[in-house]
């Protein structure tokens, strides 16, 4: 499975942007897909996930509501709408996927099998 991460981009606090995950390689039926972060000096940290079934979850300390994963199975990709998008908000930002995976498991790195090359967000004051 391939994973190709877009949207990213500068925008000014309180804006807001939509990044996109569109996978390919396989029949992802079945699979699960996950938002990381990182910013500069700082580790890997969840943002959001969604199962197959369309469960999601979210780090609700660092999104704090103003987050949204959906995903278009039609498409083969998954989306992460963030509004009211902060300075801290600024890291480059993966997708990740795994068939399967469990809601519980969402939040965990190493849950997943493919990961994406990342999008940079940068949010300025």
């Known amino acids: 499975v391939q994973l190709q991460a877009s949207g990213g981009g500068l925008v000014q606090a309180g804006g807001s942007l939509r990044l996109s995950c569109a996978a390919s390689?396989?029949?992802?039926?079945?699979?699960?897909f996950g938002w990381f972060r990182q910013a500069p000096g700082k580790e890997r940290e969840f943002v959001a996930g969604?199962?197959?079934?369309?469960?999601?979850?979210y780090n609700r300390d660092s999104v704090k509501g103003r987050y949204t994963i959906s995903r278009d199975n039609a498409k083969s990709t998954v989306y992460l709408q963030m509004n009211s998008l902060e300075p801290e908000d600024t890291a480059v930002y993966y997708c990740?996927?795994?068939?399967?995976?469990?809601?519980?498991?969402?939040?965990?790195?190493?849950?997943?099998?493919?990961w994406g090359q990342g999008t940079l967000v940068t949010v300025s004051s």
């Open positions: 990740a996927a795994k068939p399967r995976i469990i809601w519980s498991s969402l939040g965990v790195p190493d849950s997943y099998d493919y």
């Open positions: 390689g396989r029949t992802l039926s079945g699979y699960g």
């Open positions: 969604i199962t197959w079934s369309g469960s999601t979850r």
